[in-house]
């Protein structure tokens, strides 16, 4: 008796990861100019920070639904789940020092969430798209890249 083959690996829970990860790192460093705006002396983008805030823990949340939509439905890796789980943590963590003006820990924390969002995203990119079903052109692995050559590759000059 054998199994049943598996069913195709969805693509749309990667590209969903890809895209909610892009967008925590563009608000993520938004977040930042209008920090140093305030600091700047344009007082006005301390609201637009308390704004841009909202918005960011808002994508964060939403990413921990797609990192687990990667884990369960797209059979993907479980890294991208505890890393916006942290992040998620992290951020109301960042919310909370900024609205209690422990700005020592908000400044320090931003930083590291700044890295922390930025490692992500490139991880989600680093991450390969499974091939489309029916797709002809996929690669010896079905991951849809050519494979590596076995020996180096020599470059005429």
Excluded: C
């Amino acid at each position: 008796m054998s199994s049943p083959p598996d069913a195709p690996v969805p693509r749309w829970p990667l590209i969903l990861l890809r895209t909610t990860a892009t967008t925590l790192a563009l608000l993520a460093l938004l977040q930042v100019m209008l920090a140093g705006s305030f600091l700047n002396g344009t007082y006005d983008s301390l609201k637009d920070h308390e704004g841009n805030a909202m918005t960011l823990a808002t994508v964060v949340v939403l990413q921990l639904g797609v990192a687990v939509a990667v884990r369960w439905p797209g059979r993907g890796p479980l890294w991208p789940l505890w890393t916006t789980l942290l992040l998620t943590v992290a951020v109301i963590g960042q919310i909370g020092a900024g609205y209690a003006r422990a700005l020592g820990v908000h400044v320090t924390l931003g930083v590291l969430l700044v890295s922390g969002i930025l490692f992500a995203l490139v991880g989600a990119w680093r991450l390969p798209l499974p091939v489309r079903a029916g797709l002809p052109g996929a690669g010896p692995d079905g991951s849809g890249r050519l494979p590596r050559p076995a020996e180096p590759v020599e470059v005429s000059k």
